[in-house]
Structures are given as structure tokens and as C-alpha cells.
T-cell receptor
């Protein structure tokens, strides 16, 4: 019940396309859903996060869509660029929890 | 501003040798501290976390141990490294009580040969 399932494992998109990465969870107590971006050889960095009181959040070209009833959330990257090529992790947490539960990661490649 | 330091960046160690990786956080007090391991092309595996000095929670039984001798210092150790200990080790911190942003260090690539 503490798992977050992320798909796909890898994704290749042409420049300008809109990659979509999906995550699903079971624990309805989760109330914080961040996405992390990791470049090779670097630590992950927080990209964008959402709470379940909103269905969508945008920051620049990155958008989180949240479906509370389906217990799913997804990351969309508009006008994708080769510089967006990285591994993306979704995660979830409950308020006051000591740990984030991470998805398995998606390796995204944006071809020029 | 807060910063996290992790060293060394790269380490090559023979099987059976000891290990000590250090992580320090600046600009905050009483942070929650975490050690993660990432195998090549894989996800983030939480190894240990700490909510205070001397308080260590272990997530998986293994050949590693962690210690927090000071408020902003977190150390990952092993007495005898195994081949399976190879991986990318990441230190991270969060403000207590453990919500909101998790900040990662730059990682240590450990190769056990």
C-alpha cells in the first residue's frame, strides 16, 4: 500500500513533443506528490509538486495533472527539449511522515 | 541558504575493505537526514534515515551502517565491502517534521572491485 508505481520505465520523444509520465498510488492518506529530475551523475532535484486539493499545477513547461479518484498523477513536459533528457522520479508522502515513497523512475530521452 | 556537501564524488574500493562516506548540511539545524543508494539505471533505495543525533532508522538489512555524531553530519560506513555494495550513494536532508522538499547531495559513485 506504500508503493508508488511509475510508468513507463523509459521514453523517447522527438524535440517539441509532449512526454507524459504516469504514477499510481494506493495509500489515500498521501497528500504530497513531488516530481524529481535527475541528470546523469547528479543528485535528484525537486522539479514540481502538487497537493490533492488541486487537479493541475504548472511551472513553466512542466505540468502535473492529478486525479484523486483514480489515485493517479502524471507529469507532462510541453515543447520538450534535448536538455530535458534525464531520469524523472515521482514520489508521495503523508503529512508528518519521515520518508518519501519514490516511484521506480523513468529515463526520458528527447531527440533533436 | 542551506547547502549539502557529500564526499568523495568517486571511490574505487577492493572487496573486503572498509567504507566511510560523509555528508554535512549547512544553514539549517536539526534536519532529517537520509542515505539512498541507486544501482545503475535503477530507482532510489532508502538505506537509512535519522531524525536526530544518534537516532538511526535502518530500512533494509545489509552490510552497511550509519551514524549521526553531530546534528548536521551523517556518515555511511561498512567494515567489509561486498561487490553488491557498488552503486551511486546519495545523501539528502529535509526540514523536520519531515514534510515538503527533500534536498539531495551530488552523490558518491562507489565501485567495489
Amino acid at each position: 500500500q506504500q508503493q508508488v508505481k511509475q510508468s513507463p520505465q523509459s521514453l523517447i520523444v522527438q524535440k517539441g513533443g509532449i512526454p507524459i509520465i504516469n504514477c499510481a498510488y494506493e495509500n489515500t492518506a498521501f497528500d504530497y506528490f513531488p516530481w524529481y529530475q535527475q541528470f546523469p551523475g547528479k543528485g535528484p532535484a525537486l522539479l514540481i509538486a502538487i497537493r490533492p486539493d488541486v487537479s493541475e499545477k504548472k511551472e513553466g513547461r512542466f505540468t502535473i495533472s492529478f486525479n484523486k479518484s483514480a489515485k493517479q498523477f502524471s507529469l507532462h513536459i510541453m515543447d520538450s527539449q534535448p536538455g530535458d533528457s534525464a531520469t524523472y522520479f515521482c514520489a508521495a508522502s503523508t503529512q508528518g511522515a519521515q520518508k518519501l515513497v519514490f516511484g521506480q523512475g523513468t529515463r526520458l530521452t528527447i531527440n533533436p | 541558504s542551506q547547502t549539502i556537501h557529500q564526499w568523495p564524488a568517486t571511490l574505487v574500493q577492493p572487496v573486503g575493505s572498509p567504507l566511510s562516506l560523509e555528508c554535512t548540511v549547512e544553514g539549517t539545524s536539526n534536519p532529517n537526514l537520509y542515505w539512498y543508494r541507486q544501482a545503475a539505471g535503477r530507482g532510489l533505495q532508502l538505506l537509512f534515515y535519522s531524525v536526530g543525533i544518534g537516532q538511526i532508522s535502518s530500512e533494509v538489512p545489509q552490510n552497511l551502517s550509519a551514524s549521526r555524531p553531530q546534528d548536521r553530519q551523517f556518515i555511511l560506513s561498512s567494515k567489509k565491502l561486498l561487490l553488491s555494495d557498488s552503486g551511486f550513494y546519495l545523501c539528502a536532508w529535509r526540514r523536520p517534521p519531515g514534510t515538503e522538499k527533500l534536498f539531495f547531495g551530488s552523490g558518491t559513485q562507489l565501485s567495489v572491485l
